[in-house]
């Protein structure tokens, strides 16, 4: 099993942490870096191949991950010498990767089975599977609902609940392949291009532990949170026999 990691972003809505580390080496818990601990559940899951792609602070990723042996596994990069969005990155790789792959960024904190959701995506033969979490929103306004200028419905202080998506994806390599190398292209305009030709994806819903660390104050709370979910992120890795390769 497959997996590529997103790590290239600026992390701009986290600085200033970001102007000295990239996000994927951010400390949680003072104990680990997001990406020891993602690359501890990887191994502990039976991913054996791990691609990063890179572009800002990229060599302070390099020195800590290195070819992964660490983790047990086998790591390899591919440098953004360009910004090329969320999924532009994967069209210049995707020759080293199998049929089926998993894609995630590089700065989620999460109890996610990966695995499962990557055979879940190649059993359903769906072009690409988005992992998803309910998120609620507590809206600090009364709400109106109207039609034309008459006032239908009032709610007062709502809290409404979304699914989104957690940033982690299991794609098949045949939804990419139309796309050239060095394409600029955002997740959200691939979701877009593939509704817009009918290649509708799947939603792989997930009711545990969800944290993208993408602001400070979700950085806040995963270091808050951390000692309580310890054990939960981060369990024990079998012996390689073990291990479902």
């Not at 601990?37 to 990229?58: E, K, M, N, W």
């Not at 979304?162 to 959200?188: C, E, Q």
């Not at 305009?189 to 993208?212: I, S």
């Amino acid at each position: 099993m497959h997996v590529a990691i997103l790590a290239g972003g600026r992390g701009m809505r986290l600085r200033p942490y970001t102007t000295a580390l990239p996000k994927p080496l951010m400390p949680i818990g003072g104990e680990y870096a997001i990406i020891d601990i993602i690359l501890q559940q990887l191994r502990a899951q039976g991913f054996r191949r791990v691609t990063l792609a890179v572009g800002h602070l990229s060599s302070l990723i390099r020195a800590f991950v290195g070819d992964g042996a660490r983790w047990g596994i086998t790591a390899d990069y591919a440098e953004e010498d360009q910004p090329l969005s969320t999924i532009g990155p994967l069209f210049n790789f995707l020759d080293r990767l199998p049929e089926h792959f998993l894609v995630m960024n590089g700065d989620i904190l999460t109890d996610l089975n990966y695995a499962h959701l990557l055979r879940d995506h190649e059993r359903s033969g769906a072009p690409l599977t988005i992992a998803s979490y309910q998120r609620k929103v507590k809206i600090d306004f009364g709400t109106l609902e109207t039609m034309g200028d008459r006032l239908v419905r009032f709610s007062e202080k709502p809290t409404l609940s979304y699914g989104v998506s957690m940033g982690v994806y299991a794609i098949s390599g045949r939804t990419l392949a139309r796309y050239p190398k060095n394409t600029p292209l955002g997740f959200d305009q691939l979701v877009l291009d593939m509704l817009a030709c009918g290649d509708e994806p799947r939603v792989y819903d997930f009711g545990g532990y969800w944290l993208d660390i993408g602001c400070p104050d979700d950085y806040e709370e995963a270091n808050r949170s951390y000692q309580a979910m310890r054990s939960t992120l981060l369990p024990a890795i079998p012996a390689a026999e073990e291990v479902v390769a």
